[in-house]
């Protein structure tokens, strides 16, 4: 009986240690086939025409005396505001800044005054501030001391859109990874995740992407575009 003992002990030992491997394996099975998803990016891009207008200009003056510094500007600020008036728009698409003073010295010694006024122009009306800018070149040739920003568009119902481009973005994932999953013999589960990347708003055909996302201001026209990463389970 004694010489059993250590048998008996050994073989249960052994019992154990096969259950105890089996459980391990069916639950590797079991979060193997959890884990079992597919990836893949989707986009959707929309071409879109911008209905806002931001311009930005400014005129100096600069004089050995701050009055006639002031004087000299004042004309031609007076200039910039009549053009604008004269080519369509509006006061109220129209804002000026408080003039900005800078005293030039030599040395210790001060020697003039530079006083610049900067005006900023609105509007819904992209084309008439477009029309204005374009014409601007006329206030150089009578020797107003212009300096322009170029024309900022900008898009204002961005958030109009994007509901329509996540979908459209998450049914191109859902065709890609539809196309990648059967190539392999198996078939598209259920949807498990959605990650939604940053939109980029980029001038048209561009391919300029940012993690932090693109907004081009330079072009009328704009290609907005959506991209989200998609997670589907997979099933036999």
Request: charged share 20%.
């Given at each position: 009986?004694?010489?059993?003992?250590?048998?008996?002990?050994?073989?249960?030992?052994?019992?154990?240690?096969?259950?105890?491997?089996?459980?391990?394996?069916?639950?590797?099975?079991?979060?193997?086939?959890?884990?079992?998803?597919?990836?893949?990016?989707?986009?959707?891009?929309?071409?879109?025409?911008?209905?806002?207008?931001?311009?930005?200009?400014?005129?100096?003056?600069?004089?050995?005396?701050?009055?006639?510094?002031?004087?000299?500007?004042?004309?031609?600020?007076?200039?910039?505001?009549?053009?604008?008036?004269?080519?369509?728009?509006?006061?109220?698409e129209l804002s000026t800044q408080p003039i900005y003073t800078e005293t030039l010295t030599r040395g210790n010694t001060i020697t003039g005054y530079r006083l610049t006024r900067t005006f900023e122009v609105?509007?819904?009306?992209?084309?008439?501030?477009?029309?204005?800018?374009?014409?601007?070149?006329?206030?150089?040739?009578?020797?107003?001391?212009?300096s322009a920003q170029p024309l900022q568009y900008v898009f204002t119902s961005l958030a109009s859109i994007r509901p329509k481009?996540?979908?459209?973005?998450?049914?191109?994932?859902?065709?890609?990874?539809?196309?990648?999953?059967?190539?392999?013999?198996?078939?598209?589960?259920?949807?498990?995740?959605?990650?939604?990347?940053?939109?980029?708003?980029?001038?048209?055909?561009?391919?300029?992407?940012?993690?932090?996302?693109?907004?081009?201001?330079?072009?009328?026209?704009?290609?907005?575009?959506?991209?989200?990463?998609?997670?589907?389970?997979?099933?036999?």
């Amino acid at each position: 009986m004694r010489e059993r003992f250590p048998l008996f002990a050994g073989l249960t030992v052994l019992a154990v240690a096969i259950l105890l491997g089996s459980l391990a394996i069916g639950s590797g099975i079991r979060d193997r086939n959890r884990s079992d998803v597919v990836t893949v990016t989707g986009s959707a891009k929309q071409r879109i025409t911008s209905d806002y207008a931001i311009w930005d200009m400014s005129v100096s003056s600069q004089d050995a005396s701050a009055s006639a510094a002031e004087k000299g500007l004042a004309s031609a600020a007076e200039s910039v505001r009549s053009f604008l008036l004269s080519h369509g728009l509006t006061a109220g698409e129209l804002s000026t800044q408080p003039i900005y003073t800078e005293t030039l010295t030599r040395g210790n010694t001060i020697t003039g005054y530079r006083l610049t006024r900067t005006f900023e122009v609105r509007s819904a009306r992209v084309q008439a501030v477009a029309d204005a800018a374009e014409a601007s070149s006329a206030l150089l040739e009578q020797g107003v001391p212009l300096s322009a920003q170029p024309l900022q568009y900008v898009f204002t119902s961005l958030a109009s859109i994007r509901p329509k481009l996540l979908a459209a973005a998450v049914k191109d994932a859902q065709g890609r990874a539809k196309v990648l999953v059967e190539a392999t013999g198996s078939k598209l589960g259920k949807l498990r995740g959605v990650d939604v990347g940053v939109f980029q708003v980029t001038s048209p055909n561009s391919t300029q992407v940012s993690d932090y996302g693109v907004y081009d201001t330079s072009t009328l026209k704009k290609d907005v575009t959506a991209v989200v990463n998609v997670t589907f389970a997979l099933s036999s």
